[in-house]
């Protein structure tokens, strides 16, 4: 009686487990969101958010990584008091000056010689096509690291904004080779 017992306990144990098990899936998951991830499309709603949106609004004031704020607005007044106060943080860099400068020239040939020329002259190849009239030479402007740093920022007249284009540090080392270049001009 005791060896019956003893194989109708092992035979219910044997029923028991392979009842529970599914051969798609794992016999037991304790974490089954690891195993099979939650399909949720980009847009879609979500109780997650309590307001109800599809995604939550950044916090008021802050600022997305790697960004830094320009305090100078987007005007006469602006361009005026970036022109009389703006300071170039990478000038003071004197062991890269000459790899700024480089870098700078790269993109200035890039973004800006197409209209301003490769001297500065106000004669790119868009000039002389006549594609683009009026385009200053750097040597008849009032300009000052600030004023031109405002200038890529924001655009001026006919000339767009770099902003989108290139980033704060290569904006700076335009602004040092487009220095060189009046200096040059001046001479």
């Not at 209209?115 to 009032?142: A, M, S, W, Y």
Request: with cysteine.
């Amino acid at each position: 009686m005791k060896s019956l017992l003893k194989i109708g306990f092992v035979f219910g144990v044997a029923i028991v487990m392979t009842s529970c098990f599914n051969k798609s899936k794992p016999n037991y998951q304790f974490m089954p969101n690891m195993y099979e991830g939650v399909g949720y499309e980009t847009y879609q709603e979500s109780s997650a958010f309590s307001n109800g949106m599809e995604a939550q609004l950044p916090a008021e004031g802050s600022i997305k990584r790697g960004w830094k704020p320009y305090d100078y607005e987007n005007s006469t007044a602006g361009y005026e008091l970036a022109k009389a106060e703006l300071l170039s943080p990478i000038a003071s860099d004197s062991l890269n000056i000459d790899s700024n400068v480089a870098k700078g020239k790269a993109l200035y040939d890039i973004y800006c010689a197409v209209c301003h020329g490769t001297k500065g002259d106000g004669q790119g190849i868009l000039v002389k096509r006549e594609k683009f009239l009026g385009v200053p030479n750097f040597k008849d402007r009032e300009i000052t690291t600030g004023s031109i740093y405002h200038v890529i920022y924001y655009g001026l007249n006919s000339m767009g904004s770099y902003a989108s284009q290139i980033n704060e540090e290569e904006r700076w080392q335009v602004t040092m080779y487009v220095e060189q270049l009046r200096q040059e001009l001046l001479k």
